[in-house]
């Protein structure tokens, strides 16, 4: 079993920047991969980032250029920064990982963008 928290979520206006972070119990080093996901209200589920063991990192068209993904493996730790934000970067924002046998997410951080 793995446990996922982010923090970092929160209320900020169009244009600028918030950090997310996801802290897992236990090391980065044994997922495949761990990334970013959000839910906006009325929409489904999507990919916004994600990065590789090996440090590949893959983004959402609608987020590139603006959000960097990356991990910090000392501290069990990957992050989202995102700057520009957009109102329509508004959205719960899950943490994931690939465990190998098993996915696993956080429980979400809210981020709302007001325009």
């Known amino acids: 079993q793995v446990q996922l928290v982010e923090s970092g979520g929160g209320l900020v206006q169009a244009g600028e920047s918030l950090r997310l972070s996801c802290a897992a119990s236990?090391?980065?080093?044994?997922?495949?991969?761990m990334g970013w996901y959000r839910q906006a209200p009325g929409k489904q589920r999507e990919l916004v980032a994600t990065?590789?063991?090996?440090?590949?990192?893959n983004y959402a068209d609608s987020v590139k250029g603006r959000f960097t993904i990356s991990g910090d493996n000392a501290k069990n730790t990957v992050y989202l920064q995102m700057n520009s934000l957009k109102s329509e970067d508004t959205a719960i924002y899950y943490c994931?990982?690939?465990?190998?046998?098993?996915?696993?997410w956080g429980q979400g951080t809210q981020v709302t963008v007001s325009s």
């Open positions: 236990r090391s980065t080093f044994s997922f495949n991969a």
């Open positions: 994931w990982c690939d465990g190998g046998a098993y996915y696993y």
């Open positions: 990065i590789t063991r090996r440090g590949t990192t």
